[in-house]
């Protein structure tokens, strides 16, 4: 019987190109990025440049207006609370 995964939005296999790239911060350099000690500059400075990677990838996007996020919940909250903080006198109005 063929298997057919259809809960991607739940989870989704890791591409083998990303795991390539990403097997050193799973497995030796797994350090916390905001850490102060030398071993965790190498994983801030991985951030940075997927940073700068993802900002040019969109075009004209300065590298500091990509947010990272850990979760969709993470995610949905940060799209919630800048549409707000974007929009403060619609925050409160009512729907139309």
Same mark, same amino acid.
Do not use: W
């Given at each position: 019987?063929?298997?057919?995964?259809?809960?991607?939005?739940?989870?989704?296999?890791?591409?083998?190109?990303?795991?390539?790239?990403?097997?050193?911060?799973?497995?030796?350099?797994?350090?916390?990025?905001?850490?102060?000690?030398?071993?965790?500059?190498?994983?801030?400075?991985?951030?940075?440049?997927?940073?700068?990677?993802?900002?040019?990838?969109?075009?004209?996007?300065?590298?500091?207006?990509?947010? #990272?996020?850990?979760?969709?919940?993470?995610?949905?909250?940060?799209?919630? #609370?800048?549409?707000?903080?974007?929009?403060?006198?619609?925050?409160?109005?009512?729907?139309?």
């Amino acid at each position: 019987m063929k298997y057919v995964y259809v809960d991607n939005n739940a989870t989704t296999a890791i591409a083998p190109e990303v795991l390539g790239v990403m097997q050193p911060y799973l497995t030796s350099d797994y350090f916390n990025p905001s850490s102060m000690y030398d071993a965790a500059r190498s994983s801030a400075e991985a951030i940075e440049s997927a940073r700068i990677t993802v900002a040019s990838c969109l075009g004209d996007i300065d590298p500091d207006q990509i947010i #990272f996020t850990g979760s969709a919940t993470e995610s949905n909250n940060a799209a919630l #609370f800048g549409t707000v903080l974007a929009n403060p006198e619609r925050a409160m109005s009512s729907p139309q």
